[in-house]
């Protein structure tokens, strides 16, 4: 760079979409980001871990803190989920409240909005509250949610937004990264969309692919551990492939039927769908090997907890 040429003042930092569970919270992360990097699904409270999807513009760069929804715990999990919310808060520089258009304001809404407001006295920091899924009203519905939401709190600006759709997520983005602190250059590479890694990633793919359509008891219930992943011996060099091997941990033998599903329909349809995820992020061929197992009632146990990652 010459001496006389300005340099570059860019605007990072980070932001967190909070809301109650299904709110629609990975599916803006992923529509922001313009690729999957967080899992969806219609059950709520899929989200465990926080998950980065990072957004880069002109001069500014927003990293995207996904968190679990926040509600009451019924669990040891559930405690260190909430835990893990509330920290995540306190180290951000602008919060995104999802409330869904398809639901009324609750008393989950009025949890959240509480804990916000003890925030906003604390850390001065400030929410954005965005009104997801708002292809799924009429404008005259909208228009009353956003209302309910005007009188929720005090907020830095209310944007609509259908992440499905992509209706206004050009302009929740321009608003979250309207409250990003000035940066001497970006965070993190331009080009890079998260910063989880492989095996976190393959992971999840696997356990979203193992939530659809099951009952509601499993969601809760599903951990999945990657146990390793090595290139397959004996391949031509320009055609490799990987051997991944997964396991998947549910709580009780009755949850593992589920899952096996009669002669092993169902875990081959979860291998097929979440290997297609994998091969795109791996860049390879895969041999995805597929395990059951029963670790009872990990959610409540402190070691099995801790084993598997939370």
Not at 98 to 123: M, N, S, W
Not at 157 to 166: F, M, N
Not at 219 to 241: C, F, K, N, W
Request: net charge negative; aromatic share 4%; charged share 30%.
């Amino acid at each position: 760079m010459s001496v006389d040429q300005p340099q570059e003042t860019w605007h990072a930092g980070f932001a967190c979409l909070v809301g109650r569970p299904n709110a629609g919270k990975s599916t803006l992360t992923n529509a922001l980001v313009g690729d999957k990097v967080a899992i969806t699904s219609s059950k709520p409270q899929t989200t465990r871990h926080v998950i980065r999807g990072i957004v880069t513009r002109e001069q500014r760069q927003l990293i995207l803190v996904d968190t679990p929804g926040l509600h009451k715990p019924r669990t040891l999990l559930g405690e260190r989920l909430n835990d893990l919310v509330r920290e995540t808060l306190l180290e951000v520089d602008v919060i995104g409240f999802c409330l869904p258009a398809d639901q009324r304001i609750g008393p989950g809404d009025t949890f959240i909005a509480k804990d916000l407001a003890e925030l906003q006295r604390a850390k001065r920091v400030p929410v954005v509250a965005i009104a997801t899924k708002s292809d799924k009203v009429d404008r005259e519905r909208l228009a009353e949610h956003l209302i309910a939401i005007d009188q929720l709190g005090d907020w830095a600006a209310i944007v609509p937004c259908s992440a499905t759709r992509g209706d206004q997520v050009e302009d929740v983005l321009e608003v979250l990264g309207d409250h990003l602190p000035p940066s001497p250059a970006p965070l993190y590479p331009k080009d890079q969309l998260t910063d989880e890694d492989d095996e976190r990633m393959i992971a999840e793919l696997v356990r979203e692919a193992a939530l659809e359509g099951v009952r509601d008891e499993l969601p809760h219930s599903l951990a999945v551990v990657v146990e390793e992943i090595v290139p397959r011996e004996d391949r031509p060099e320009d055609d490799p492939m990987l051997d991944v091997r997964v396991n998947v941990f549910v709580e009780r033998d009755s949850q593992k039927a589920i899952i096996i599903g009669r002669g092993g329909s169902r875990l081959r349809e979860v291998g097929t769908t979440a290997r297609v995820g994998i091969e795109k992020l791996l860049g390879s061929k895969v041999f995805l090997d597929l395990h059951v197992k029963v670790a009872k009632d990990w959610q409540r146990d402190p070691k099995q907890l801790q084993r598997l990652g939370f």
